[in-house]
């Protein structure tokens, strides 16, 4: 069945740092790609996310490639923030429906001043 | 402010308990309602989607027995984990689309679950 495989956290920046949290999947057919963030005390909300091959998704400075070959979504950010410190979820859209999203384990990001 | 209204944030029980969690929809009606689950360090999954006034229909593996759903009306579903085992403990999220793709969804804040 289909499945996300996300890196394992905590990752532990400093301000200002690069951020890559890597995220392959497994999948049948040709899946829309999400990420989702979890602030502290809050619903997981969408960051971004990609239709189709080639797409890339950005929102807040964060970025993140449909690569079929590779079949990865890896998220990025030039210059992280406090602020961005959450926990980041990999998903697909299920290739039964559209409803059903299948997500990856979370990544939590701390970025420290 | 919040879209989805999760409570309790956080619940231990004794072993046999129930234990209900509620959702609520705050500024729209959804005649859709998600509950996810997260072992810890698993991935988040889907447990079963809940369609107001109609039965609840689960993931392959889910008791239904287990885990009750009520989705009563358009703003309020609620997940009740019956007779609950320390295997049940678990991070359970909901979610609400109330219109057509993922950028209508929205999730509540979760439900942390120690069952002792």
């Known amino acids: 069945g289909d499945s996300v495989t996300q890196m394992e956290g905590p990752v532990t920046l400093s301000e200002e740092a690069f951020l890559t949290i890597n995220c392959t999947y497994t999948?049948?057919?040709?899946?829309?790609l999400f990420w989702y963030v979890q602030y502290p005390g809050e619903g997981l909300q969408l960051l971004l996310k990609a239709t189709k091959a080639d797409d890339k998704g950005s929102n807040k400075g964060f970025e993140a490639t449909y690569r079929k070959e590779t079949t990865s979504f890896h998220l990025e950010k030039g210059s992280v923030q406090v602020s961005d410190s959450a926990v980041y979820f990999c998903?697909?859209?299920?290739?039964?429906?559209?409803?059903?999203?299948?997500f990856g384990t979370g990544t939590r990001l701390l970025v420290s001043p | 402010g919040a879209v989805v209204s999760q409570h309790p944030s956080w619940v231990i029980c004794k072993s046999g308990t129930s234990v209900k969690i509620e959702c609520r929809s705050l500024?729209?009606?959804?005649?859709?309602m998600f509950w996810y689950r997260q072992f810890p360090k698993q991935s988040l999954m889907l447990m079963a989607t809940s369609n107001e006034g109609s039965k609840a229909t689960y993931e392959q593996g889910v008791e239904k027995d287990k885990f009750l759903i009520n989705h009563a009306s358009l703003t309020l579903s609620t997940l009740t984990v019956t007779s609950a085992h320390p295997e049940d403990s678990s991070f359970y999220i909901c979610?609400?689309?109330?219109?057509?793709?993922?950028?209508?969804?929205?999730f509540g804040s979760g439900t942390q679950l120690s069952v002792l």
């Open positions: 999948a049948t057919g040709y899946p829309s």
């Open positions: 998903a697909l859209s299920g290739s039964t429906g559209f409803q059903k999203l299948v």
């Open positions: 979610s609400v689309q109330p219109g057509q793709g993922f950028e209508k969804l929205f």
């Open positions: 500024d729209f009606q959804a005649t859709t």
